[in-house]
């Protein structure tokens, strides 16, 4: 898993092209579960143990912070580049998006290594019906054709 992390965590960096199927090894069983349980560690309490993410997730709540979305098929993850969803994973949602969005969505730099925030996200991808992830794989290919 190292050499792809290295590869991929270069490809996100410099903002090189990604395949259409992206960098998650959510085809490789192992790099799966490894990121089923640190799902179930770091990402569980507010994203859901089935994926489903918080009530009215689309609408801020408290104090204006965002709830967290889902990330099953149901939901927005799948329509954003890995390259993305990588990012926000290991710098936080506000930290991505700026200006003043809120959201409870911390960074995970310096608690997630790069290895373990992409086995994270195979392990959601691997949670997706083909047709998601062929969708999935378009957001990509548009992505890589735009940069």
């Given at each position: 898993?190292?050499?792809?992390?290295?590869?991929?965590?270069?490809?996100?960096?410099?903002?090189?092209?990604?395949?259409?199927?992206?960098?998650?090894?959510?085809?490789?069983?192992?790099?799966?579960?490894?990121?089923?349980?640190?799902?179930?560690?770091?990402?569980?309490?507010?994203?859901?143990t089935d994926l489903?993410?918080?009530?009215?997730?689309?609408?801020?709540?408290?104090?204006?912070?965002?709830?967290?979305?889902?990330?099953?098929?149901?939901g927005h993850t799948?329509?954003?580049?890995?390259?993305?969803?990588?990012?926000?994973?290991?710098?936080?949602?506000?930290?991505?998006?700026?200006?003043?969005?809120?959201?409870?969505?911390?960074?995970?730099?310096?608690v997630l290594s790069?290895?373990?925030?992409?086995?994270?996200?195979?392990?959601?991808?691997?949670?997706?019906?083909?047709?998601?992830?062929?969708?999935?794989?378009?957001?990509?290919?548009?992505?890589?054709?735009?940069?």
């Amino acid at each position: 898993m190292r050499g792809l992390a290295v590869g991929a965590v270069g490809l996100i960096q410099t903002g090189g092209a990604l395949s259409a199927a992206g960098v998650f090894p959510y085809e490789d069983a192992a790099a799966v579960a490894s990121g089923k349980l640190l799902y179930g560690e770091y990402c569980a309490s507010c994203h859901g143990t089935d994926l489903k993410g918080e009530a009215n997730w689309r609408s801020p709540g408290e104090g204006g912070m965002m709830p967290a979305p889902p990330h099953d098929g149901d939901g927005h993850t799948w329509h954003h580049p890995d390259t993305l969803l990588f990012m926000i994973t290991k710098s936080g949602t506000a930290a991505m998006v700026g200006g003043d969005y809120k959201s409870n969505m911390i960074g995970f730099e310096g608690v997630l290594s790069d290895d373990e925030i992409l086995e994270t996200l195979a392990y959601i991808k691997s949670t997706w019906s083909a047709r998601v992830i062929e969708m999935h794989n378009t957001v990509n290919e548009n992505s890589a054709a735009s940069n």
